[in-house]
């Protein structure tokens, strides 16, 4: 258990279906971030957000929305998906970009599949 | 830009044996972290050890310890008295401290603990 918590764990989505993963940490982070896991692939950012500010799109289709309303919960909202984005969603936070709070603390995941 | 590449897909180690896990990485940066996850089946992304580039000494964390050599931009992570419960994905990650923290993952290396 590292503090940082998804929902759902699993979830299962048509193409043409709306949906939103949650990410919640416990730890009094002040940055989150989300990533994508794919099999063969090293993991791949998507997005940071620091103090609920987004701070980095890296180049992610806009199918894929999020939302930071505070410090503590990170979402992603999902939209006509395609079969490619079956992965793994992993949530991180950390304490920050300044000092020694550079670790970044994984939840659990959320495996998406899109049929 | 930086990259992370772990040339050992696949290791495997008697139970209560020493194993060493090999990473490089490229940057022309000199500050910056390097870390070790480990992604058990269960998926969680467990941190296992981190390492400040600035500092000669290696991090060491239980049975756990890197031999970080900076010039030759060498980051392997050695595991002594192998349990079983070390059975996981390892993953070496490259973080540069300016900006916006983009961990950068190499592909990982699959370590299976022979009892």
């Known amino acids: 258990e590292t503090g940082v918590t998804q929902t759902p764990r699993h979830l299962v989505m048509g193409m043409t279906n709306k949906k939103s993963l949650k990410c919640e940490q416990h730890?009094?982070?002040?940055?989150m971030y989300w990533y994508k896991q794919s099999a063969k692939k090293p993991l791949e950012l998507m997005f940071v957000?620091?103090?609920?500010?987004?701070?980095e799109n890296n180049s992610v289709p806009s199918r894929f929305s999020p939302e930071c309303p505070n410090s503590s919960h990170l979402f992603l909202h999902l939209h006509t998906l395609q079969p490619e984005d079956s992965a793994l969603y992993l949530c991180?936070?950390?304490?920050?970009?300044?000092?020694?709070?550079?670790?970044?603390?994984f939840g659990p995941g959320t495996r998406l599949t899109v049929t | 830009a930086q990259t992370v590449t772990q040339s050992q897909p696949e290791m495997s180690v008697q139970e209560a044996e020493t194993v060493t896990l090999s990473c490089t990485y490229d940057?022309?940066?000199?500050?910056?972290?390097l870390f070790w996850y480990k992604q058990p089946p269960s998926r969680q992304m467990i941190l296992v050890i981190r390492?400040?580039?600035?500092?000669?000494q290696n991090a060491t964390e239980n049975r756990f310890s890197v031999n970080f050599q900076k010039a030759a931009k060498s980051f392997s992570l050695k595991i002594s008295d192998s349990q079983l419960g070390d059975a996981a994905m390892y993953f070496c990650?490259?973080?540069?401290?300016?900006?916006?923290?983009?961990?950068?993952f190499g592909q990982g290396t699959r370590l299976t603990i022979n009892p």
């Open positions: 990650a490259y973080l540069f401290v300016q900006g916006a923290q983009k961990l950068v």
């Open positions: 390492q400040e580039a600035y500092k000669q």
């Open positions: 940057t022309s940066e000199s500050d910056y972290y």
């Open positions: 991180a936070s950390s304490q920050g970009f300044t000092g020694e709070g550079y670790e970044q603390y």
């Open positions: 957000y620091s103090l609920e500010e987004r701070v």
């Open positions: 730890l009094g982070h002040n940055a």
